[in-house]
């Protein structure tokens, strides 16, 4: 046997003036972990969002969440996890239900964000994935990857 070196591979278009969120999330008890990667540009408007997002999901579950209750309760997980809207909403401090109005505005919302992932669970380790926690590094306008510190 024979190995003949053909065509030159070409490497992956590294990022540039982008975050890389990594997101860790348990499926059952430690039965199997998922890692759903996700790109921000640097400058898109709902990167705040996101991050609060994230934080939320850390601060309102610290240990998780068991069996078949989601994180639909988390604020704006219907956006970046591509889920039905919630049945209420919070505006400007006062809980409201969602009308055919605000809905459509919900979906110009939705068609706006760039940002999202999979929130993916499997139902054979008992329900939904607990949110563990995220990592955050950033690559610069060269791809070079830097890691980064969440400041409160």
């Known amino acids: 046997m ?3 070196i053909k065509d030159r591979v070409k490497a ?3 990022p540039k003036n982008q975050f890389k969120f990594e997101i860790e999330l ?3 008890d430690a039965d ?3 890692y759903p990667q996700v790109l921000v540009n640097k400058d898109d408007t709902h990167l705040d969002r996101f991050l609060k997002f994230l934080e939320n999901c850390k601060e309102k579950y610290p240990h998780g969440k068991g069996g078949f209750d989601g994180y639909d309760d988390v604020e704006d997980y219907w956006l970046f996890c591509g889920e039905e809207y919630p049945d209420e909403i919070e505006i400007n401090g006062e809980w409201v239900e969602v009308t055919d109005e605000i809905q459509d505005r919900l979906d110009e919302e939705t068609k706006a964000c760039n940002i999202g992932f999979e929130w993916e669970s499997n139902y054979e380790y008992m329900g939904v994935s607990s949110f563990r926690g ?3 590094t950033y690559f610069d306008e060269n791809g ?3 890691k980064v510190e969440v400041k409160k």
């Open 32 to 34: 199997a972990y998922f």
């Open 144 to 146: 070079d990857e830097f």
């Open 12 to 14: 992956k278009k590294k």
């Open 26 to 28: 348990m499926g059952g």
């Open 134 to 136: 995220y990592t955050v």
């Open 2 to 4: 024979e190995l003949v």
